[in-house]
T-cell receptor, first 115, second 111 residues
Framework: GAGVSQSPRYKVAKRGQDVALRCDPI?????LFWYQQALGQGPEFLTY????????KSGLPSDRFFAERPEGSVSTLKIQRTQQEDSAVYLC?????????????FGPGTRLLVL | KNEVEQSPQNLTAQEGEFITINCSYSVGISALHWLQQHPGGGIVSLFM???GKKKHGRLIATINIQEKHSSLHITASHPRDSAVYIC?????????????FGKGTKLSVKP
């Protein structure tokens, strides 16, 4: 079946713009994760959903970052008033159950460049 | 603080060589993941293991929970193995399901 998809794949934003990044997880997957990956670094955790509940948002770097998954499937990561340091690849992953003790399936990522 | 350390950071090998990538960590876990990331960003999960050894094709992953150490081995390496290999920790104290990632080992296999 289809894997995790993300859109857009690439986004260029002017500093101060708001952006919205979309993640379509594998159908039926309970857990959904957002990660941020800076150039040359490993991914870093942003936030985690179990169905529609956001169980952990401790990785969100500031209150400009907001994520939602209102119906327990598609998720959106919104960044308000983008800054240059927000430039990174934003990865979404999903898993059938609790994601740290089973395989997480990753999307291709959205590469965000803030000018 | 770095809970996960990988070595080496960069590795160049000739086709056919046996490759080892190491991962050491400092927190108690019960699951460790090895992931492969190709240029362009796509991440593929290779293994999740909590003890002993797992093998898939030319890839072998081992873990020693007591020593907090894991290794990923590639036998008969091939240029298509060129990628970044990332070790990630799961099921650590206080985790809600997310992973802690190492910085990755960039592998380049020359023909």
């Amino acid at each position: 079946g289809a894997g995790v998809s993300q859109s857009p794949r690439y986004k260029v934003a002017k500093r101060g713009q708001d952006v919205a990044l979309r993640c379509d997880p594998i159908s039926g997957h309970v857990s959904l994760f957002w990660y941020q990956q800076a150039l040359g670094q490993g991914p870093e955790f942003l936030t985690y959903f179990q169905n529609e509940a956001q169980l952990d948002k401790s990785g969100l770097p500031s209150d400009r970052f907001f994520a939602e998954r209102p119906e327990g499937s598609v998720s959106t990561l919104k960044i308000q008033r983008t800054q240059q340091e927000d430039s990174a690849v934003y990865l979404c992953a999903s898993s059938h159950g609790q994601g740290d003790v089973e395989t997480q399936y990753f999307g291709p990522g959205t590469r965000l460049l803030v000018l | 603080k770095n809970e996960v350390e990988q070595s080496p950071q960069n590795l160049t090998a000739q086709e056919g060589e046996f490759i080892t990538i190491n991962c050491s960590y400092s927190v108690g876990i019960s699951a460790l993941h090895w992931l492969q990331q190709h240029p362009g960003g796509g991440i593929v999960s290779l293994f999740m293991l909590s003890s002993g050894k797992k093998k898939h094709g030319r890839l072998i992953a081992t873990i020693n929970i007591q020593e907090k150490h894991s290794s990923l081995h590639i036998t008969a390496s091939h240029p298509r193995d060129s990628a970044v290999y990332i070790c990630a920790l799961g099921d650590y104290g206080g985790s809600q399901g997310n992973l802690i990632f190492g910085k990755g080992t960039k592998l380049s296999v020359k023909p």
